[in-house]
């Protein structure tokens, strides 16, 4: 009787539940409750019968568990265990009183129901009876019965939403959904559960939700039940997940469980995430979580747990100091330490050596706390001075010498590799030289040194270059004069060049450099860092054709004041009365805001600045030859010095650049032997002052000689090309250091005038809305082009002034961020801007802009643009006649002639104008892209749409309805 009973029981159920799934959800769900309630009085009337013959708990198995498989419900009970023990083992668990809730035993649970999850009933009882169990069940069984019989996922999406509205909690429904879904397990972001959570955490920043008591719902048990369900099989879903449930937050050690679960099976992936995202990994030591992932050689997950937590940081950059001892045993650590698929082949020296220098440098650890890293870095810094001295010959005897002894320093271990170094380079003479300027003991050098260590004593005393006078035991290698006919010299006398190291001397400087009508020439140079310095400009080099002033920038750090700086921005750099010449000036401008961060605001405000390396990309571009006069010349011709046989041949770093650019000019490059300079030495060699000087000046007749051919060769190119605020940018280091902080760059402080009406008045349509995006929004651009917006998208290489003259001619509205945003601002008004939220995803940003402007998107506006040309001018082609016109073309292709025209060409050229024959459109010829359809594709589809303005062919296909599902949240704005 007990058996049929509960055959009877679960057959009633099944029935029930198979008469819930029809179209109307709303009337499903009513028709449902009303049969539950039916089901629900019967059992209760059998109550007393099941207490008295059966165990209660098999009461709680459920049908739908026949579909999932054993393992889809082992969910984690550590969180119950302590708290849910229970005397009460013969109650129904849908009957049960609050009391007996509390104290349900998990253990006892599991053993009778080895099929469902221990987690999910807990978290049941505590969202309330049965009943509210059951009519949750019945939504769930009918959203996964529409997501798998619809193509369209939009009206289950809708559905969804429904229900949301519906639910007085909505953070404990969603879990249930996820934990009853039938693709839990699977790794994909297209699975109906995934669909789950991107669709809920849309509605919950979306005008539609309705929770209002959020911390009261939210409770630590709904947000541990949301972190167990998603990681219980992958990641995929984890950041929606931490974003929408909010489990960043103080006093979140409740999860700590859940990272140990990871822990102990060794998924060291699971644990960095976790303990990374939450803000964890202070409960751990480095042993447990951070250098496994080193042994497995998973660094992106590495710095993905360390983020945000200087303390960890540290400690895991002094371990791999450690590691970088000499002496130091990899092997040892790996036996120790049990770790699975540890990667031997990354766990050498070098490898270790340049993830430490990298990460010491990413989280700015003081060089003291890190002596074996900073020995590695010196190493490297040693080995490179030696390579481009010995190998590329590049450097000066003076510059070599003082960056070496810079690089060097007091390091015991970096002064004996630098006598070594030079011993194997065949220069025992600059060996012995070096030993004595550091004292080194002849019991650590080798025979050679030592007996050139001797010779030295026993003639005059001498000294490296950088410790004594200003001549080097090495130039002899080429005379000043002997330099000269090979390189570019100053065309100005060294009378003209002026050192700028007083208050006086400065402000005299401005006064002359300010006048209209000038033409500067501007340079600037700082001493090269190793990773044991932090850079700062050190020489500013401004030159007119009859002046060269050298600004000695560390001079004048501690003389002058803010408004004396702010001066030389605003009376030079902003102002419009003179045109500033560069090369490569983005450089220049970050390394004067590096030094002086308060001067970034006003550089934004350049005026007739410009850029050589740019001018000259576009000159060269069109000109044949920049210097008409030497036709025929051989760029090798007198290379070499034949009679004194020293090679002179200039080596890389004179076939690029400022140096390259000369020569193509003027037949000569520039000697770039002192740019690995210490531009702070104090004072400055006159191999120096030359070379500053030079760089500026020269500037000047590189700008004549690009005008010039621009003119003769009839070029149509603007000489004062717009100005760019590119440098402004944090540069990449700085992004990954402010992303290892976990700190987000403040928002500008500027504060534009609101925008007008011109385009907020009442709703309008995606192709009644024009804008232009910014380089940087590309992605948002895209977004907007899907729904129809026409919009123009800046490439990365175009300048913020094509937003400005798009804006301007083609009445559309600048969409931008940061400091772009307050540049084209300026220029055109706030009421044609919109400074739009860079930290957001493009899936954000598209809803602000839409919202904010009051565009409605309707389904057919979806993928109504193309996505290459921006055009929404289609020419609609059955599917035979474009068929047709492949098969010709490829025929075409084979014969390599056109057959006759015949009545099919005729009925295209009239129809379509479309000339068939070389496939394209007669009056503009734009070709037609008619490679580029599958054949598989012509038996499917009834149409094809060709973009008349770029010939690119589209079809409608099951793409179109993942448009739309993508875009269900603009949908429902």
Same mark, same amino acid.
């Given at each position: 009787?007990?058996?049929?009973?509960?055959?009877?029981?679960?057959?009633?159920?099944?029935?029930?539940?198979?008469?819930? @799934?029809?179209? =109307? *959800? /709303?009337?499903?769900?009513?028709?449902? &409750?009303?049969?539950?309630?039916?089901? %629900?009085?019967? +059992? $209760?009337?059998?109550?007393?019968?099941?207490?008295?013959?059966?165990?209660?708990?098999?009461?709680?198995? @459920?049908?739908? =568990? *026949? /579909?999932?498989?054993?393992?889809?419900? &082992?969910?984690?009970?550590?969180?119950? %265990?302590?708290? +849910? $023990?229970?005397?009460?083992?013969?109650?129904?668990?849908?009957?049960?009183?609050?009391?007996?809730?509390?104290?349900?035993?998990?253990?006892?649970?599991?053993?009778?129901?080895?099929?469902?999850?221990?987690?999910?009933?807990?978290?049941?009882?505590?969202?309330?009876?049965?009943?509210?169990?059951?009519?949750?069940?019945?939504?769930?069984?009918?959203?996964?019965?529409?997501?798998?019989?619809?193509?369209?996922?939009?009206?289950?999406?809708?559905?969804?939403?429904?229900?949301?509205?519906?639910?007085?909690?909505?953070?404990?429904?969603?879990?249930?959904?996820?934990?009853?879904?039938?693709?839990?397990?699977?790794?994909?972001?297209?699975?109906?559960?995934?669909?789950?959570?991107?669709?809920?955490?849309?509605?919950?920043?979306?005008?539609?939700?309705?929770?209002?008591?959020?911390?009261?719902?939210?409770?630590?048990?709904?947000?541990?039940?949301?972190?167990?369900?998603?990681?219980?099989?992958?990641?995929?879903?984890?950041?929606?997940?931490?974003?929408?449930?909010?489990?960043?937050?103080?006093?979140?050690?409740?999860?700590?469980?859940?990272?140990?679960?990871?822990?102990?099976?060794?998924?060291?992936?699971?644990?960095?995430?976790?303990?990374?995202?939450?803000?964890?990994?202070?409960?751990?030591?480095?042993?447990?979580?951070?250098?496994?992932?080193?042994?497995?050689?998973?660094?992106?997950?590495?710095?993905?747990?360390?983020?945000?937590?200087?303390?960890?940081?540290?400690?895991?950059?002094?371990?791999?100091?450690?590691?970088?001892?000499?002496?130091?045993?990899?092997?040892?650590?790996?036996?120790?330490?049990?770790?699975?698929?540890?990667?031997?082949?990354?766990?050498?020296?070098?490898?270790?050596?340049?993830?430490?220098?990298?990460?010491?440098?990413?989280?700015?650890?003081?060089?003291?706390?890190?002596?074996?890293?900073?020995?590695?870095?010196?190493?490297?810094?040693?080995?490179?001075?030696?390579?481009?001295?010995?190998?590329?010959?590049?450097?000066?005897?003076?510059?070599?010498?003082?960056?070496?002894?810079?690089?060097?320093?007091?390091?015991?271990?970096?002064?004996?590799?630098?006598?070594?170094?030079?011993?194997?380079?065949?220069?025992?003479?600059?060996?012995?030289?070096?030993?004595?300027?550091?004292?080194?003991?002849?019991?650590?050098?080798?025979?050679?040194?030592?007996?050139?260590?001797?010779?030295?004593?026993?003639?005059?005393?001498?000294?490296?270059?950088?410790?004594?006078?200003?001549?080097?035991?090495?130039?002899?290698?080429?005379?000043?004069?002997?330099?000269?006919?090979?390189?570019?010299?100053?065309?100005?006398?060294?009378?003209?060049?002026?050192?700028?190291?007083?208050?006086?001397?400065?402000?005299?400087?401005?006064?002359?450099?300010?006048?209209?009508?000038?033409?500067?020439?501007?340079?600037?140079?700082?001493?090269?860092?190793?990773?044991?310095?932090?850079?700062?400009?050190?020489?500013?080099?401004?030159?007119?054709?009859?002046?060269?002033?050298?600004?000695?920038?560390?001079?004048?750090?501690?003389?002058?004041?803010?408004?004396?700086?702010?001066?030389?921005?605003?009376?030079?750099?902003?102002?419009?009365?003179?045109?500033?010449?560069?090369?490569?000036?983005?450089?220049?401008?970050?390394?004067?805001?590096?030094?002086?961060?308060?001067?970034?605001?006003?550089?934004?405000?350049?005026?007739?600045?410009?850029?050589?390396?740019?001018?000259?990309?576009?000159?060269?571009?069109?000109?044949?030859?920049?210097?008409?006069?030497?036709?025929?010349?051989?760029?090798?011709?007198?290379?070499?010095?034949?009679?004194?046989?020293?090679?002179?041949?200039?080596?890389?770093?004179?076939?690029?650049?400022?140096?390259?650019?000369?020569?193509?000019?003027?037949?000569?490059?520039?000697?770039?032997?002192?740019?690995?300079?210490?531009?702070?030495?104090?004072?400055?060699?006159?191999?120096?002052?030359?070379?500053?000087?030079?760089?500026?000046?020269?500037?000047?007749?590189?700008?004549?000689?690009?005008?010039?051919?621009?003119?003769?060769?009839?070029?149509?190119?603007?000489?004062?090309?717009?100005?760019?605020?590119?440098?402004?940018?944090?540069?990449?280091?700085?992004?990954?250091?402010?992303?290892?902080?976990?700190?987000?760059?403040?928002?500008?402080?500027?504060?534009?005038?609101?925008?007008?009406?011109?385009?907020?008045?009442?709703?309008?349509?995606?192709?009644?809305?024009?804008?232009?995006?910014?380089?940087?929004?590309?992605?948002?651009?895209?977004?907007?082009?899907?729904?129809?917006?026409?919009?123009?998208?800046?490439?990365?290489?175009?300048?913020?002034?094509?937003?400005?003259?798009?804006?301007?001619?083609?009445?559309?509205?600048?969409?931008?961020?940061?400091?772009?945003?307050?540049?084209?601002?300026?220029?055109?008004?706030?009421?044609?801007?919109?400074?739009?939220?860079?930290?957001?995803?493009?899936?954000?940003?598209?809803?602000?802009?839409?919202?904010?402007?009051?565009?409605?998107?309707?389904?057919?506006?979806?993928?109504?643009?193309?996505?290459?040309?921006?055009?929404?001018?289609?020419?609609?082609?059955?599917?035979?006649?474009?068929?047709?016109?492949?098969?010709?073309?490829?025929?075409?292709?084979?014969?390599?002639?056109?057959?006759?025209?015949?009545?099919?060409?005729?009925?295209?050229?009239?129809?379509?104008?479309?000339?068939?024959?070389?496939?394209?459109?007669?009056?503009?010829?734009?070709?037609?892209?008619?490679?580029?359809?599958?054949?598989?594709?012509?038996?499917?589809?009834?149409?094809?749409?060709?973009?008349?303005?770029?010939?690119?062919?589209?079809?409608?296909?099951?793409?179109?309805?993942?448009?739309?599902?993508?875009?269900?949240?603009?949908?429902?704005?």
């Amino acid at each position: 009787m007990i058996v049929l009973f509960i055959l009877m029981s679960t057959l009633m159920r099944k029935y029930i539940s198979g008469v819930c @799934r029809i179209k =109307t *959800s /709303n009337k499903a769900v009513q028709v449902c &409750e009303t049969q539950l309630n039916a089901v %629900n009085s019967v +059992l $209760k009337e059998n109550h007393n019968l099941l207490d008295s013959h059966c165990d209660p708990r098999l009461c709680f198995q @459920r049908s739908y =568990t *026949s /579909n999932r498989r054993p393992e889809d419900n &082992e969910w984690s009970s550590l969180q119950f %265990n302590n708290k +849910l $023990k229970s005397h009460h083992k013969a109650k129904k668990f849908g009957a049960m009183s609050g009391e007996d809730k509390s104290n349900f035993d998990a253990e006892a649970f599991k053993e009778a129901n080895p099929k469902v999850s221990v987690g999910w009933a807990a978290s049941a009882m505590r969202s309330g009876d049965e009943k509210k169990i059951q009519l949750m069940k019945a939504k769930s069984d009918h959203l996964q019965e529409m997501w798998q019989e619809r193509k369209d996922k939009v009206p289950v999406m809708n559905q969804f939403r429904d229900y949301l509205k519906e639910s007085d909690n909505p953070y404990s429904f969603v879990v249930f959904l996820l934990n009853d879904s039938h693709d839990l397990h699977v790794h994909k972001t297209t699975t109906y559960s995934y669909a789950v959570c991107k669709e809920f955490c849309g509605w919950l920043f979306s005008s539609q939700c309705n929770v209002k008591n959020k911390n009261q719902v939210l409770t630590p048990e709904i947000k541990l039940d949301a972190l167990s369900v998603t990681m219980r099989y992958h990641t995929v879903m984890f950041q929606l997940v931490l974003k929408i449930y909010e489990l960043r937050h103080q006093g979140n050690g409740y999860m700590l469980p859940e990272i140990k679960r990871f822990l102990e099976k060794k998924k060291y992936n699971e644990c960095a995430l976790l303990a990374g995202h939450l803000g964890l990994q202070d409960h751990f030591t480095i042993d447990e979580i951070a250098v496994p992932l080193i042994l497995q050689n998973k660094l992106n997950l590495l710095e993905t747990y360390l983020r945000g937590n200087s303390g960890q940081q540290m400690l895991v950059v002094q371990f791999l100091d450690r590691m970088c001892e000499k002496g130091y045993n990899i092997n040892n650590l790996v036996s120790s330490m049990s770790v699975p698929d540890v990667k031997m082949s990354h766990l050498q020296k070098k490898s270790i050596s340049k993830l430490a220098t990298r990460l010491a440098k990413l989280y700015e650890i003081p060089n003291d706390l890190i002596p074996n890293i900073v020995t590695a870095r010196g190493l490297g810094a040693l080995r490179f001075l030696l390579y481009k001295r010995y190998i590329e010959n590049s450097m000066a005897a003076g510059s070599w010498e003082d960056m070496v002894e810079n690089a060097v320093g007091d390091n015991e271990t970096l002064q004996l590799e630098l006598v070594e170094q030079l011993q194997w380079y065949n220069d025992a003479k600059s060996a012995a030289k070096w030993a004595n300027f550091y004292k080194i003991p002849d019991e650590k050098l080798s025979h050679p040194v030592i007996e050139e260590r001797k010779r030295l004593a026993e003639g005059p005393t001498s000294a490296p270059a950088a410790v004594g006078g200003e001549e080097s035991w090495e130039d002899e290698l080429m005379s000043v004069d002997g330099m000269d006919a090979y390189y570019y010299k100053l065309n100005l006398d060294p009378s003209s060049i002026q050192l700028v190291d007083t208050k006086e001397k400065y402000h005299e400087c401005i006064s002359r450099l300010s006048r209209p009508g000038l033409t500067i020439g501007v340079d600037s140079e700082w001493k090269p860092s190793f990773g044991n310095t932090t850079q700062r400009i050190a020489l500013m080099q401004f030159a007119t054709s009859d002046q060269i002033f050298l600004l000695d920038m560390i001079t004048l750090h501690s003389l002058l004041h803010k408004s004396d700086w702010f001066l030389l921005a605003n009376a030079l750099f902003c102002n419009e009365e003179m045109i500033k010449l560069g090369y490569g000036f983005d450089s220049d401008l970050k390394m004067v805001v590096k030094t002086y961060p308060f001067l970034k605001e006003p550089l934004t405000h350049l005026k007739r600045t410009v850029d050589l390396e740019k001018l000259a990309a576009k000159v060269i571009d069109k000109a044949i030859n920049l210097m008409p006069d030497t036709v025929g010349d051989s760029d090798d011709e007198g290379l070499e010095d034949k009679d004194s046989g020293v090679n002179v041949k200039f080596q890389a770093v004179e076939q690029r650049g400022l140096s390259e650019l000369v020569r193509q000019c003027f037949g000569k490059p520039l000697n770039k032997g002192e740019q690995m300079s210490d531009w702070e030495r104090r004072p400055l060699r006159n191999t120096q002052i030359q070379y500053a000087a030079l760089d500026a000046f020269v500037l000047l007749e590189v700008y004549e000689r690009l005008k010039e051919t621009a003119k003769r060769e009839k070029m149509e190119i603007d000489v004062e090309p717009p100005v760019t605020v590119k440098w402004s940018k944090d540069s990449k280091l700085d992004r990954m250091k402010a992303k290892a902080k976990n700190y987000r760059p403040p928002k500008s402080t500027f504060t534009p005038k609101p925008e007008t009406t011109a385009y907020l008045g009442s709703e309008m349509e995606p192709g009644q809305f024009r804008v232009v995006v910014d380089s940087m929004l590309q992605g948002l651009g895209r977004q907007l082009r899907n729904c129809g917006v026409d919009v123009q998208i800046l490439n990365y290489d175009e300048d913020h002034q094509k937003a400005v003259q798009a804006a301007m001619q083609e009445n559309r509205i600048v969409l931008s961020s940061g400091t772009p945003y307050q540049t084209i601002c300026s220029k055109i008004g706030a009421e044609r801007c919109y400074n739009v939220d860079n930290t957001l995803p493009a899936k954000e940003q598209i809803v602000g802009v839409l919202q904010h402007f009051k565009v409605k998107v309707k389904k057919e506006d979806i993928l109504s643009r193309c996505q290459v040309c921006n055009s929404d001018n289609f020419l609609q082609i059955p599917s035979k006649d474009v068929l047709r016109m492949s098969e010709k073309a490829e025929n075409m292709k084979r014969s390599h002639g056109a057959p006759p025209r015949d009545s099919w060409d005729e009925h295209m050229l009239t129809t379509y104008q479309i000339n068939s024959r070389n496939t394209s459109f007669v009056k503009t010829g734009v070709d037609i892209r008619i490679d580029t359809i599958p054949q598989k594709i012509f038996s499917i589809v009834d149409s094809f749409y060709i973009c008349v303005k770029c010939g690119k062919i589209f079809w409608e296909g099951p793409h179109m309805a993942s448009a739309c599902e993508q875009f269900a949240h603009v949908l429902n704005l």
